[in-house]
């Protein structure tokens, strides 16, 4: 079954990390195994035959395997906080007792016990010993025969073990607070990651594929999305104000509705007087404001960042005209995933397994079949399909 993983790298290519993490083998033999039963056969070189004939095959075992890339990333995952809860518990234990020494040794002393005596004695006599050795060395009072490897040996040991007599003297003396300190460091910072993790866990039920399995974007994340909001910008013009347009006064795309809620107002709530204010600073809307509104309610809701060029230009441009998960739902029927209007791991690796050409078209199919359900089409329904035309041109012209 394994000759069938090859088929399975090139339709979800971040398995491949995956299979190579897992000692056990256990997501290769369960990559193999679907490859197989969606095929119908162990043979690769019929596998991929009856892919390449079948788009409905291709499309379920594309699902399939990014629903398995999903739950292994979310058991690596688990592991990885599992471990991390460990190092934390240790580090808390060692702690504790670090801690429970120092109180011992300060209910001995308001005791009066004089098994308090018992570590500054022995403390004393480390360091006078430790120094005295030292200084003895030093002036030459040991001397042994050059030939006499036993005593050298002796003399060796016995260095070795003052020295760490007396570090440990130190380290009890004045390192155990920096100790602790340094300890206390390291717990927050194993419950800082093990945090991070959670919340990772939490946002998505898998983290999102590291870049580098990403399909190469054109050229990179901000470029692209500068030239993507030129595109836009040069679409939607300047301020317009249509008496059919449901979205009412505009300025370079953005409503007067979406400006309110970027500016924190409601807009149901505004008065004449206030509509009007809103109105008029929408119609001094700057260049700048505008891209912050398009990368944070449009450019990074649909995570356009993370697709190839040509359909992050065309998904970009619809959900700016027709609203964010609209447009997601239709690059969603596109590439035959469940079209819930929100871009997570599976509808990634299908986007990244399909031919970008032919997602293009597909994604354009979608918009005007759209656009032709609308009552507004017999007004806007030229215009409408002028510029999903003419984005799609210019979507071509970036590489995928």
């Given at each position: 079954m394994l000759p069938l993983i090859p088929i399975a790298l090139s339709v979800v290519p971040e398995l491949i990390k995956l299979i190579a993490g897992d000692r056990?083998?256990?997501?290769?033999?369960?990559?193999?195994?679907?490859?197989?039963?969606?095929?119908?056969?162990?043979?690769?070189?019929?596998?991929?035959?009856?892919?390449?004939?079948?788009?409905?095959?291709?499309?379920?075992?594309?699902?399939?395997?990014?629903?398995?890339?999903?739950?292994?990333?979310?058991?690596?995952?688990?592991?990885?906080?599992?471990?991390?809860?460990a190092e934390l518990a240790e580090m808390q234990k060692a702690l504790e007792n670090t801690q429970g020494a120092r109180s011992s040794m300060i209910?001995?002393?308001?005791?009066?016990?004089?098994?308090?005596?018992?570590?500054?004695?022995?403390?004393?006599i480390v360091t006078g010993g430790f120094f005295l050795f030292l200084i003895i060395l030093m002036l030459g009072g040991i001397r042994s025969d050059p030939q006499d490897q036993t005593a050298a040996n002796i003399i060796n040991i016995a260095v070795g073990a003052l020295a760490t007599a007396f570090a440990t003297v130190v380290n009890f003396w004045l390192g155990s607070s920096k100790g602790s300190r340094d300890k206390?460091?390291?717990?927050?910072r194993v419950q800082a990651a093990a945090m991070e993790q959670v919340s990772r866990s939490a946002q998505q039920a898998a983290p999102a594929p590291a870049p580098a399995a990403v399909a190469p974007a054109a050229p990179n994340g901000d470029a692209l999305f500068e030239q993507c909001l030129a595109v836009v910008l040069d679409k939607e013009g300047g301020f317009s104000d249509h008496?059919?347009?449901?979205?009412?006064?505009?300025?370079?795309?953005?409503?007067?509705?979406?400006?309110?809620?970027?500016?924190?107002?409601?807009?149901?709530?505004?008065?004449?007087?206030?509509?009007?204010?809103?109105?008029?600073?929408?119609?001094?809307?700057?260049?700048?404001?505008?891209a912050e509104i398009y990368r944070s309610n449009y450019w990074l809701p649909m995570r356009c960042g993370d697709l190839p060029g040509p359909a992050a230009l065309m998904l970009f441009d619809f959900g700016v005209n027709?609203?964010?998960?609209?447009?997601?739902?239709?690059?969603?029927?596109?590439?035959?995933?469940?079209?819930?209007?929100?871009?997570?791991?599976?509808?990634?690796?299908?986007?990244?397994?399909?031919?970008?050409?032919?997602?293009?078209?597909?994604m354009v199919e979608a918009r005007l079949a759209h656009y032709r359900g609308l009552a507004e089409f017999a007004t806007f329904g030229n215009g409408w399909t002028t510029r999903t035309q003419q984005v799609a041109a210019l979507a071509k012209a970036l590489r995928a």
């Open positions: 056990a083998g256990s997501v290769a033999t369960q990559v193999a195994g679907v490859v197989q039963a969606v095929t119908g056969t162990s043979d690769p070189v019929e596998a991929q035959k009856r892919l390449s004939e079948d788009s409905a095959v291709a499309t379920q075992l594309r699902v399939r395997l990014a629903e398995i890339a999903l739950e292994a990333q979310k058991a690596q995952l688990a592991a990885e906080e599992q471990r991390r809860q209910d001995l002393v308001r005791s009066g016990s004089p098994i308090a005596w018992g570590a500054p004695v022995v403390s004393i206390d460091e390291q717990v927050a008496p059919q347009d449901r979205g009412g006064p505009t300025n370079m795309g953005i409503t007067w509705k979406t400006f309110a809620d970027w500016k924190g107002i409601d807009a149901a709530g505004l008065s004449p007087e206030g509509r009007e204010t809103l109105i008029s600073d929408l119609k001094a809307l700057t260049r700048r404001e505008v027709a609203g964010p998960r609209t447009a997601v739902k239709a690059l969603q029927r596109a590439v035959g995933v469940t079209d819930d209007g929100s871009v997570g791991p599976i509808t990634l690796a299908s986007v990244r397994a399909m031919d970008a050409a032919k997602l293009l078209e597909q």
